[in-house]
């Protein structure tokens, strides 16, 4: 059964780079048929697409964070990463790593889910 | 970006109550549609993809239909496991991904 972790600091100051570590396991991370993605949600807010990698390290980022965002994959650990810099308390979030399952004919959705982790901007 | 609204935002019901979420997009997506549920202080999990293609485990109860830019969620016949909030979105190649604003559903 796949499963996702994240891993990272759970506090950064603003005006930081925030780092996270999505680790995948029970399942290659270099399956063609997959990207796998960042998604956040605000404490008691929705959830916001930040972006997503192949394995090959081809990138699509959400354009309201593209100029602050860079998510790199490293398939010799079964891990992919984000970072997030010049962060502000709104950045302050649960961010979450998921596996995008992409398909021609019934478009993308996001499964399974990271549990997330809490990371907060405060100084 | 493609915009996505649900209605009701909250709704509270009884067990064994017919519940029906709507979700709709701001241009026409097919039926790239997908529904999650959050449970409280858990991750969301993928319900419905492609807008009435039930995940594998998810109890049949639940069912999406829907094309163009509406769709729901159908809960038929809803449980207590069933208290949630429930996120549509969409999986369209325009990119970026986004997601409604959510439905709370809770149990009278």
């Known amino acids: 059964q796949l499963q996702l972790q994240e891993s990272g600091p759970g506090l950064v100051k603003p005006s930081e780079t925030l780092s996270l570590t999505c680790t995948v396991s029970g399942g290659s991370i270099s399956s063609s048929s997959y990207y796998w993605g960042w998604i956040r949600q605000p404490p008691g807010k929705g959830l916001e697409w930040i972006g997503r990698i192949y394995y090959s390290g081809s990138t699509n980022y959400s354009p309201s964070l593209k100029s602050r965002v860079t998510i790199s994959v490293d398939t010799s650990k079964n891990q992919f990463s984000l970072k997030l810099s010049s962060v502000t308390a709104a950045d302050t979030a649960v961010y979450y790593c998921?596996?995008?399952?992409?398909?021609?004919?019934?478009?993308?959705?996001?499964?399974?889910w990271g549990q997330g982790t809490l990371v907060t901007v405060s100084s | 970006d493609i915009q996505m609204t649900q209605s009701p935002s909250s709704l509270s019901a009884s067990v064994g109550d017919r519940v029906t979420i709507t979700c709709r997009a701001s241009?026409?997506?097919?039926?790239?549609l997908n529904w999650y549920q959050q449970k409280s202080g858990k991750a969301p999990e993928l319900l419905i993809f492609a807008a009435s293609s039930l995940q594998g485990g998810v109890p049949s109860r639940f069912s999406g239909s829907g094309s163009g830019t509406d769709f729901s969620l159908t809960i038929s016949s809803l449980q207590p496991e069933d208290s949630a909030t429930y996120y549509c979105q969409h999986g369209y190649s325009t990119l970026p991904f986004t997601f409604g604003p959510g439905t709370k559903v809770a149990i009278k």
């Open positions: 241009q026409s997506i097919s039926t790239f």
């Open positions: 998921a596996r995008v399952v992409a398909t021609i004919k019934e478009g993308d959705w996001f499964d399974p």
